[in-house]
């Protein structure tokens, strides 16, 4: 492990890192010694006026597609040289084991920037449609306003499109993992960037992020966190009708239908519902299952949960670390608690504390949940699984749809057929086919309460474009 400064005291504006206009800062937590690592600016709403002012001054309506690659491809140059230092920032500021931090927290990033490349490589910014030309615009200035499960994930889906698309960016990341980006922001000062391009603000969300969303001279709002803050960012942003965009919370479900291959279906389901320590508004945290092989399941659930080691994120043998912050462990055992006031049927975890120190959850499991119950029902954003049976398909769509998310999940069959004929009925933005792979040029976004707009490859670049009309004579 390498040891880094992890007190930041300056913002980056308009090319420069600078001192805020105040003096507050915010302390960063390391959720597996809950001991502060270091510190960031607790930016104020001066500092976002001096930002999207910067952003504004750097739009360029005009910009050639040139010039976007060249910045595009000095991006990803220069944040892939720093992917190894961001990796153990990660580990240190929200617990991701380094296993994780190595592979999902920062290569993935990396194939969804070089995907964004691809995107604009191939895309055409003009077309005819009977006597109208068709162009396709930079949006303008963007307010980009990120949560702490990937850090540099999320920052990169908004980031790098908004780069590719010829927008400019004022930036906020989360109190909880901020210094991810902060080092990212950094490889961005190496790529050469022309001042005003991309600005990092920090700062509390409810100072920081409102103006962010509510600034009038703001033309976009991308957000991805919980659904409650993202009906505020779309209620500030819509005083000035600007557009947004919104990844918010989820509650996918796995659906395994009769004649799917179980054993499998199970093992990815279990891996998807603790990736992260349970951390990602994508996992599959209700397990459906027909009725007729529930005990089956539930004892190969019980084995999968068994090989989770929970410990240490600088080991390499652990799969899941803490709770990223004391708020969200306490969250979690909160969930776990009320699940059995309801009735759920405990199956392996629960709510005792499994190490001294540090914010550590025990993968956790809970049969005869009922779908209408908080747990089959509310995000969790913690290592807990819902094990729920059903009697046919026409049961399994109806739990299916009946949250008020509708962001990802996977159906399981016999065949592709039978599955892909199933998943077209559930409203939700992503589904995994029979174990399919993730896909990184895949639009990715969500139905109902779990926001609206696209991220990754075309779709996602395209969210930054404005389409004009020209009647030509």
């Known amino acids: 492990m390498t040891n880094h400064e992890y007190d930041r005291t300056t913002l980056y504006i308009d090319g420069q890192w600078v001192a805020p206009a105040a003096t507050g800062t915010i302390d960063v937590v390391d959720p597996a010694t809950e001991e502060v690592i270091g510190h960031v600016p607790g930016g104020t709403e001066a500092d976002v006026d001096v930002a999207v002012a910067a952003a504004r001054r750097a739009f360029d309506p005009l910009i050639g597609v040139d010039e976007r690659r060249q910045r595009l491809d000095a991006v990803i140059t220069a944040m892939e040289k720093r992917l190894p230092q961001i990796a153990e920032t990660i580990t240190r500021e929200m617990g991701a084991p380094i296993r994780i931090s190595q592979t999902v927290q920062t290569q993935v990033p990396l194939a969804v920037a070089r995907g964004f490349a691809d995107a604009l490589a191939d895309f055409e910014f003009s077309e005819r449609i009977g006597n109208s030309l068709v162009v396709r615009e930079p949006y303008g200035v963007v307010s980009a306003i990120t949560p702490w499960n990937y850090p540099l994930y999320q920052v990169v889906a908004k980031v790098l499109p908004a780069i590719a698309a010829g927008c400019t960016v004022v930036l906020k990341p989360s109190n909880e993992a901020p210094l991810s980006v902060f080092e990212f922001v950094e490889a961005l000062d190496d790529a050469g960037l022309p001042p005003g391009v991309v600005n990092l603000v920090s700062g509390p969300g409810s100072v920081i992020g409102e103006r962010m969303a509510a600034h009038p001279d703001v033309d976009f709002v991308s957000f991805t966190g919980s659904t409650e803050v993202g ?23 796995n659906v395994i239908l009769d004649g799917a291959d179980l054993a499998t279906a199970v093992r990815v389901g279990v891996g998807n519902a603790f990736l992260n320590g349970g951390q990602t508004c994508m996992a599959w945290t209700r397990m459906l299952v027909p009725l007729s092989r529930y005990s089956e399941a539930l004892d190969l659930v019980a084995a999968a949960v068994a090989k989770y080691t929970v410990g240490d994120p600088w ?7 803490p709770s990223a912050s004391q708020r969200q462990f ?8 009320r699940a059995s006031r309801d009735g759920a049927r405990l199956v392996a975890g629960g709510p005792e504390k499994i190490r001294d120190t540090g914010y550590y959850v025990a993968p956790t499991v809970f049969a005869d949940v009922l779908p209408d119950s908080d747990l089959g029902q509310e995000e ?6 819902a094990v729920i049976p059903f009697r046919d398909s026409d049961e399994a769509l109806e739990i299916a749809n009946g949250t008020p998310y509708g962001l990802s999940g996977a159906v399981w069959a016999a065949d592709d057929d039978t599955a892909i004929a199933f998943a077209r009925q559930v409203q939700t933005g992503q589904l995994d086919i029979n174990g399919g792979k993730y896909n990184p040029a895949a639009p990715f976004g969500g139905y109902k309460k779990s926001g609206v707009g696209r991220e990754l490859g075309r779709f996602g670049f395209e969210e930054y474009l404005q ?5 030509l004579p």
């Not at 969790?380 to 699984?385: E, M, R």
């Open 467 to 471: 389409t004009k009309s020209l009647q």
């Open 231 to 253: 009906a505020r960012v779309g209620e500030l942003a819509g005083r000035n009708i600007k557009k947004v965009a919104l990844e918010l919370g989820g509650k996918s479900a």
């Open 315 to 321: 080991d390499p043998a652990t799969r899941i670390g």
């Open 380 to 385: 969790v954003f913690g290592p807990v699984l």
């Open 330 to 337: 306490e969250t979690v055992l909160g969930f776990i608690e």
